[in-house]
């Protein structure tokens, strides 16, 4: 199994993001599932590593601090004419450990190894902002 990161662009917070996906479910722009959408331009070589139990993980404000696990990855083509592809995602975004990340383009492959452990869920936010201090000083 293999794992995407991708930055959040225009994004600054978990909660900015899924009032985000929210918005689009509740405004009829999802699938009858739920499912949430991210198109990207190139589609993985490593689909299948992907779907056997992968999750794009978000770079929020310089750290990774949520993933939603990948349902499908659907090849497309823009409105240009142009080669893209469908990331579906579950609909639930669950947060990690926050973990810095530098800026990049595009996704990436991610090791299972490298990823960020899942917070608990039921977590508060002054848990969540111990374990993103602990990580910075490397102690977690």
């Not at 794992?3 to 662009?9: D, M, P, Q, R, Y």
């Not at 479910?25 to 009858?32: F, Q, T």
């Amino acid at each position: 199994m293999i794992h995407l990161i991708k930055l959040c662009v225009g994004v600054s917070s978990v909660q900015q993001l899924e009032d985000h996906r929210a918005g689009r479910i509740m405004s009829g722009l999802s699938r009858p599932d739920d499912l949430n959408l991210h198109r990207t331009r190139m589609m993985p070589k490593r689909r299948d590593e992907i779907l056997e139990g992968g999750s794009l993980y978000w770079v929020i404000a310089g750290s990774i601090q949520c993933r939603q696990k990948i349902v499908e990855l659907e090849p497309q083509t823009d409105h240009e004419g142009k080669s893209c592809c469908d990331i579906w995602m579950d609909p639930e975004i669950i947060r990690t450990i926050p973990q810095p990340k530098r800026p990049f383009q595009g996704w990436r492959y991610f090791q299972h190894n490298d990823a960020p452990s899942d917070i608990n869920v039921g977590a508060d936010e002054g848990e969540v902002e111990l374990a993103a201090e602990l990580t910075k000083l490397g102690l977690i």
